[in-house]
């Protein structure tokens, strides 16, 4: 059985192949936490190495100097800097969203994530005296199954500040939907981010005192983040402390009952622990979030796929597209589903669908259908 886990983009996160992990809702205010963090039993302890998000190096100084502080016209700092970082022929950074690193760090390697970005942006915009801030992005989630865990994304990215102007900065190429919730989060909160990113990595390499400890970190750090105690139950229930696990379920729920991650997983427990009566007491809301979210029901629809279930793939990403029609993946995993089931006409419209419905900048989709006619042709 797979785990999930929940992460921003700038913070990654894992759950189970029955659970969900969502980005919290923007403009919520989280509360702290009481609860007493479980440790982990029979495992080496993990030391974390001290690190500072937004430590600037030397030579961030120096690339400040040249190309901000030394601008001609000083009420133009904030643009300086945004080109100076985006420009492929300055500083060349490459977005990477499975690297997560410090700001000196990324400056040295020139890659990362939205988190990483984000973080080098803001330590060298205050570096120039600019005022400069974290921002949680709602986007559409993204499940990516990796090593029995699905890794769920969301979305962060830079604001800065300066002379009456402000100004968003994004070097992903993750689309801000014009109405999208935005929520400004402390550099508390984004330091918790990184922790839970990196112990997402040592989840997925199956290190658990080094992802206990990174989960562990997030939480002290920011105590009132719902999806990194749902994360600490996953490290926990694989360590076999399955009751510690259910504690941290628990909490992440006090913390935001509509934490689907940790409202899945706990079910799971429920239903291996034989508490049947538990696990039905919580079933109305598990089968809510799943009819309710059109991606998971995409993720679902994948994994039945994987395992020669078409017809129920077909009817998980039917009811999806009901939920959400304007999404060429539901069309294209639909398209799949139908000619691996046979019906390749039907497989030809909604991979015709799919071609339709293609954002700007993706000019076409990866799925190939043997003897399926071009784009736009008839089958």
């Given at each position: 059985m ?6 921003p ?10 659970a ?9 205010h989280?509360?702290?936490t009481?609860t007493?963090?479980p ?13 500072r998000l937004l ?7 120096a ?14 700092k904030?643009?300086?800097?945004a080109?100076?970082?985006l ?11 499975l690297?997560?690193l ?20 803001i ?15 709602e ?5 990516n ?5 699905v890794?769920?994304?969301?979305h ?6 300066h002379?009456?102007?402000?100004y968003t900065i994004?070097?992903?190429r993750?689309?801000q ?10 550099d508390?909160e984004?330091?918790?981010?990184y922790?839970?990113n ?9 290190d658990l ?7 562990r970190?997030a939480?002290?750090?920011?105590p009132?983040?719902?999806y990194?105690w ?10 076999g ?20 991650t940790?409202l ?9 622990q ?6 039905e ?6 089968e ?13 629809a ?9 017809a129920?793939?077909i ?24 000619y691996?089931?046979?019906q ?5 419209n909604?991979?015709d669908r ?13 799925l190939?259908l ?7 042709d008839?089958?």
């Amino acid at each position: 059985m797979s785990t999930s886990l929940q992460l921003p983009i700038a913070a990654r996160g894992v759950l189970s192949s029955t659970a969900l992990a969502l980005a919290l809702s923007a403009c919520t205010h989280l509360p702290v936490t009481n609860t007493a963090i479980p440790r982990l039993r029979h495992q080496a302890p993990y030391v974390l190495p001290e690190t500072r998000l937004l430590e600037v190096s030397d030579a961030m100084t120096a690339f400040v100097n040249r190309y901000v502080k030394a601008a001609i016209h000083p009420e133009k700092k904030a643009w300086a800097l945004a080109h100076a970082t985006l420009d492929p022929g300055v500083l060349n950074f490459e977005y990477d969203p499975l690297v997560t690193l410090t700001s000196a760090e990324a400056f040295a390697a020139r890659k990362g994530n939205c988190l990483t970005f984000s973080s080098l942006f803001i330590a060298m915009a205050r570096e120039a005296g600019l005022d400069a801030w974290y921002q949680e992005v709602e986007v559409q989630p993204e499940w990516n199954s990796v090593k029995e865990t699905v890794l769920v994304t969301m979305h962060v990215n830079a604001v800065v500040r300066h002379r009456g102007s402000q100004y968003t900065i994004d070097i992903s190429r993750t689309g801000q939907a014009p109405h999208a919730d935005v929520r400004r989060i402390s550099d508390a909160e984004a330091q918790a981010q990184y922790f839970n990113n990196l112990g997402a990595d040592a989840l997925v390499d199956s290190d658990l005192p080094r992802a206990y400890a990174y989960f562990r970190a997030a939480i002290l750090t920011h105590p009132g983040l719902a999806y990194t105690w749902s994360n600490l139950g996953v490290v926990l229930k694989r360590n076999g402390q399955t009751e510690d696990a259910r504690l941290a379920y628990l909490e992440a729920l006090r913390l935001d009952s509509g934490q689907s991650t940790a409202l899945n997983n706990l079910q799971i427990i429920y239903v291996e622990q034989g508490d049947f009566a538990a696990a039905e007491a919580i079933q109305a809301r598990v089968e809510k979030n799943r009819r309710s979210n059109p991606y998971y029901l995409l993720h679902l629809a994948r994994v039945a796929n994987e395992e020669n279930r078409h017809a129920e793939a077909i009817d998980l990403l039917e009811r999806a597209i009901r939920l959400k029609t304007d999404d060429y993946r539901f069309h294209l995993a639909l398209a799949e589903s139908l000619y691996r089931s046979g019906q390749r006409e039907l497989a030809q419209n909604s991979l015709d669908r799919a071609h339709r419905l293609l954002p700007s900048g993706v000019e076409s989709v990866e799925l190939t259908l043997p003897g399926a006619a071009p784009p736009g042709d008839s089958p």
